[in-house]
T-cell receptor, first 114, second 115 residues
Framework: DTAVSQTPKYLVTQMGNDKSIKCEQN?????MYWYKQDSKKFLKIMFS???????INETVPNRFSPKSPDKAHLNLHINSLELGDSAVYFC?????????????FGQGTRLTVV | KNQVEQSPQSLIILEGKNCTLQ??????????LRWYKQDTGRGPVSLTI???SENTKSNGRYTATLDADTKQSSLHITASQLSDSASYIC??????????????WGLGTSLAVNP
């Protein structure tokens, strides 16, 4: 029973392509996130989203867009992929409003742009 | 600027030995501090969470300390095992955030436990 699951685990694609990464959580959480971990292993938040608002990290290019069909899913769409987009992307979820709420992470999607 | 700095960047120890990882932060106002363990190819998993009033917290062989005055935290691993090999990330939350949107992540310490 995977709490936060992402697909695919690995994604290799050419520059200029458009791709999507899917994320699903079965924890009943109301907030989901996308993080990017670069080659230096630094985790950087890209988006946080619940049914009330989408918060976008201002440094994220607008080629990246989250899509949430329902509370349990937050997919990441990337247009016109660039070499610098190569990284591991992590989806996470949490329940807002709880004191010291914790984020639960998926396994990650390793994106390689060639 | 809110920052979280960890040391050492990497560490190699022998199985059965103890080790201590350090985290210094300048995040203000402060809400809580978490230590995450990230195995290779996996997502981070929370080990401990500490609030302003907590000085120490244990989770099995992991013991975290927090000095809110000096803005320092440490993670002590006792009797290390091969499975402890991972990256350990210190994460500090800004006050009143109550959520994960204002987390400041450290770069992590890469720990290798050798037989």
């Amino acid at each position: 029973d995977t709490a936060v699951s992402q697909t695919p685990k690995y994604l290799v694609t050419q520059m200029g392509n458009d791709k999507s990464i899917k994320c699903e959580q079965n924890l009943g959480h109301d907030t989901m996130y996308w993080y990017k971990q670069d080659s230096k292993k630094f985790l950087k938040i890209m988006f946080s989203y619940n049914n009330k608002e989408l918060i976008i990290n201002e440094t994220v290019p607008n080629r990246f867009s989250p899509k949430s069909p329902d509370k349990a899913h937050l997919n990441l769409h990337i247009n016109s992929l660039e070499l610098g987009d190569s990284a591991v992307y992590f989806c996470a979820s949490s329940q807002e409003g709880r004191l010291n709420t914790e984020a639960f992470f998926g396994q990650g999607t390793r994106l390689t742009v060639v | 600027k809110n920052q979280v700095e960890q040391s050492p960047q990497s560490l190699i120890i022998l199985e059965g030995k103890n080790c201590t990882l350090q985290c210094n932060y300048t995040v203000s106002p402060f809400s809580n501090l978490r230590w995450y363990k990230q195995d290779t190819g996996r997502g981070p998993v929370s080990l401990t969470i500490m609030t302003f009033s907590e000085n120490t917290k244990s989770n099995g062989r992991y013991t975290a300390t927090l000095d809110a005055d000096t803005k320092q935290s440490s993670l002590h691993i006792t009797a290390s095992q091969l499975s402890d090999s991972a990256s350990y990330i210190c994460v500090v939350s800004e006050s009143n955030a109550g959520n994960n949107r204002k987390l400041i992540w450290g770069l992590g310490t890469s720990l290798a436990v050798n037989p």
